[in-house]
């Protein structure tokens, strides 16, 4: 084995054990989005600080590694090796996962919040229609009808 490949065996190594980390790292983050979009699913929104506390703290981490990692990447572009290659297929399947879990989520909330939303419209609007009523307020009274029929 000469200079170079044995170089290139070393940054094969470094790639490797890299991929391994960040998968590790990722996997993590999946596990903690798969909760906490079961959290909010059931709206169980009591650990969810804690658990997007830890996550936040792992994808610091695998941020603050991106650009070692992107360096470490390039030393072997074009590189035949299956492995690392699989294995570089598996971390960006499981972020398409944790992508696709945000998404869920965030859909899941927006929906949610906006059939709080409609529902507190409609106690405000009960509640404008009982004071209306209780005040005697003939022409309040008169469209307290039309508000009902909002509600």
């Known amino acids: 084995m000469n200079h170079e490949d044995l170089g290139v065996n070393q940054a094969k190594d470094r790639v490797r054990a890299a991929v391994e980390s960040r998968i590790e790292r990722l996997e993590a983050v999946r596990v903690l989005a798969t909760r906490q979009s079961e959290a909010i699913r059931r709206r169980h929104f009591g650990g969810l600080d804690r658990m997007l506390a830890e996550r936040a703290s792992i994808v610091d981490s695998l941020v ?27 971390a960006e399947r499981i972020a398409s996962e944790i992508e696709a879990l945000d998404a869920a989520s965030l859909e899941f909330t927006h929906v949610e919040g906006e059939r709080s939303r409609k529902e507190l419209e409609k106690i405000t609007l009960a509640g404008r229609v009982g004071r209306a009523y209780r005040s005697g307020d003939r022409e309040a009274a008169g469209n307290r009808r039309n508000l009902a029929d909002q509600a």
């Open 64 to 90: 603050d590694d991106a650009a070692g990692f992107e360096a470490l990447a390039r030393e072997v572009a074009g590189s035949d090796d299956e492995a690392i290659l699989g294995r570089l297929a598996e």
